[in-house]
């Protein structure tokens, strides 16, 4: 897969998700993918996005920054989403924030087989003071 393919597949990867086409994450998706180390299977990568859009039901992939290096992709997704409880352990309650996802892919067989991901906590958190301070003064 070239470059330019493997870009085009994971850029069709993301309009997927974001259009909550479940049924077609098996186009983009290994039936072994694993995330952070952690054996999913589809089905489980499935259910964990699933999840995600029910926790978050404003949630968008927008691709920040994006370099394709055959068998891998490295990607920056950013996030304007409001949580609707809480939100990797932090109370956000409905409140609007913003964050970053650097995220790692390896390819085989041109699927996605291997997930990698950070998201920014510290970005939140300090939005979340921000609004708190502001709530109290």
Known sequence: MTTTDLASVYRNYIACLNAQDWSSLGRFV????KHNGRPLGLSGYREMLVQDFEAIPDLF????????????????LQFDCTPKDSFLGLQVNGQRVSFAENVF????GGKIVAVWSVIDKAAIEQQLQKNDDAAAG
Request: proline residues 8%.
């Open 30 to 33: 290994h039936d072994e993918v």
């Open 105 to 108: 892919y390896e390819f085989k």
């Open 61 to 76: 992939f927008r691709i920040e920054l994006l370099v394709a290096e055959p068998p891998r992709v490295a990607s920056r």
